[in-house]
């Protein structure tokens, strides 16, 4: 395990990244692990928000639905990056329920094949399209 300094890891990715011709955005991620995703809470400041975090690593939605919390934070950052809504990232329901229960990587190669030649991604490569190649 070797530390990085952060600001020094987002200069060298935004390098990479330009190279091969695809723009890079840095989204802040305030509120993103406080919102519920999987709520459709509105990826903001709330004085009470609709779900919390149970655990470490563990988000519960106002249902007790419980998933992994960086899958909450990722889902909301895509939000907060794109401005779609959940039926716009996923494409069914059950999309939303696999997205929960098994989360899908996503590698660089998946991102250049889905982008076009300004360096922007074809399709935003959604979560749509990420959960439904699993």
Known sequence: FVQIPFDKFKQKLKHKLEARGIT?????ESHTSKCSFYDEESVEHHEEY????????LFEASDGTRYNADVNG???MARKATGKPNSELFSS???VERAVDAPQRISLSDLEEKS????NFVGSPTLKEAVSDG
Do not use: T
């Open 24 to 28: 890079f955005d840095l989204v802040p």
């Open 50 to 57: 609709v779900g919390e975090r149970v655990e470490r690593g």
């Open 74 to 76: 990722a889902v909301n």
């Open 93 to 95: 329901e059950e999309d």
């Open 116 to 119: 076009d030649s300004e360096g």
